[in-house]
Nanobody, 119 residues
Framework: VQLQASGGGLVQAGGSLRLSCAAS????????MGWYRQAPGKQRELVAAISGGGSTYYLDSVKGRLTISRDNAKNTVYLQMNSLKPEDTAVYYCAANRYGTFRGNYEYWGQGTQVTVSS
């Protein structure tokens, strides 16, 4: 599986962005898809994840502001980011795993996309 993330950019606090991650392959629907982020000097963290059937996981600090979704027909997962805060600034990565777990190991990773939120 190859993953291609896009949609990052510079936005003011309170603004919105939508990240997209396009996946190759015919079995996209079986993968749990996740969005991770890594800020400078911090560990990478799982922000949101979604199963093939649409069950979701969110990091507590983003609940109510970020929404993960997927379109299995388009092999694409999205991260809608609203009410962005400066602390959301990070490189965001999409990832995929076949194990059915949200916070387990992810086998496949896309390149990062930078999200910068100015105050």
């Amino acid at each position: 599986v190859q993953l291609q993330a896009s949609g990052g950019g510079l936005v003011q606090a309170g603004g919105s962005l939508r990240l997209s991650c396009a996946a190759s392959g015919r079995t996209f629907s079986i993968y749990v898809m996740g969005w991770y982020r890594q800020a400078p000097g911090k560990q990478r963290e799982l922000v949101a994840a979604i199963s093939g059937g649409g069950s979701t996981y969110y990091l507590d600090s983003v609940k109510g502001r970020l929404t993960i979704s997927r379109d299995n027909a388009k092999n694409t997962v999205y991260l809608q980011m609203n009410s962005l805060k400066p602390e959301d600034t990070a490189v965001y990565y999409c990832a995929a795993n076949r194990y059915g777990t949200f916070r387990g190991n992810y086998e496949y990773w896309g390149q990062g996309t930078q999200v910068t939120v100015s105050s």
